[in-house]
């Protein structure tokens, strides 16, 4: 399979497969393949990736309730939402999953649109693996402090190692996530994508907890496993902006 056919094969999933789990060694193999092959300015990685593996299943659901979409999303991320709010969603949310384990038809999901008030949520983040990628702490990692460039003292000479790039974490992620996500789909994966999210303590989940301080130090999160082609897959309907509205040749 070529670049260009692993690029158009990957696609945004809503449901993972829980009957058919990838194993935990094709994961390190492709996280490996994709630490060395990601290129990084002068080799420092100013992001961590967290992998949650299907023993997290559980807490998931917390996750997959922080991204509550459409218009209810307002009513539970801002600080007014109450723990009785999110009690009432955890039913919607349950009622939700199941509605979509027993739809065959589009005036089921019809109608399941109209009882839920539209409802819906980013279900991917229940997959297999989720990857979370934050900001890093620090620039320079141990092993980097035992080289023998770093001790000479030539990297606190030349880099300003207190005063990172603040926006280079995130071009960083947006880099690794996409050799990642090319490395697992020509393995016969699925990748998904998620940033909508929010962090309350009502729904605490410990895989969302660096953005309790600010939400922008969780760039956004990536589920891997095997697509579930027996349920509906929510979509974006924006349409691609045309070629020449974003390439400017000069």
């Not at 693996?129 to 620039?139: A, E, F, R």
């Not at 697992?184 to 999210?197: I, N, P, T, Y």
């Amino acid at each position: 399979m070529s670049l260009e056919d692993l690029l158009k094969k990957r696609t945004n999933v809503s449901f993972f497969r829980e009957d058919k789990i990838p194993d935990k060694k094709v994961i390190e193999e492709i996280l490996e393949k994709a630490h060395n092959l990601t290129p990084h300015k002068n080799n420092f990685y100013m992001y961590d990736i967290e992998v949650y593996g299907p023993e997290h299943y559980e807490e998931k659901k917390y996750v997959a309730l922080a991204t509550v979409c459409s218009h209810a999303k307002h009513q539970y991320s801002n600080k007014y939402a109450k723990k009785e709010d999110f009690e009432k969603l955890e039913k919607i949310y349950d009622e939700w999953v199941d509605c979509h384990k027993n739809m065959k038809t589009r005036e089921q999901f019809i109608e399941m649109r109209k009882k839920l008030n539209k409802i819906h949520f980013n279900n991917q983040v229940r997959a297999p693996y989720l990857l979370v990628y934050t900001k890093k702490d620090k620039m320079i990692t141990k092993s980097q402090q035992e080289n023998d460039y770093y001790k000479s003292g030539r990297v606190n000479d030349i880099f300003q190692l207190d005063k990172p790039n603040p926006t280079m974490w995130l071009i960083q992620s947006g880099m690794h996530s996409m050799v990642t996500s090319s490395l697992a789909v020509e393995k016969g994966l699925d990748v998904s994508f998620c940033k909508c999210f929010f962090y309350n303590t009502h729904i605490h989940s410990n895989i969302l907890r660096k953005s309790l301080k600010n939400s922008n130090d969780i760039a956004f999160l990536m589920g891997i496993g095997y697509g579930d082609d027996t349920k509906h897959q929510y979509k974006s309907w924006v349409e691609k902006p045309l070629l020449n509205e974003i390439v400017k040749w000069k």
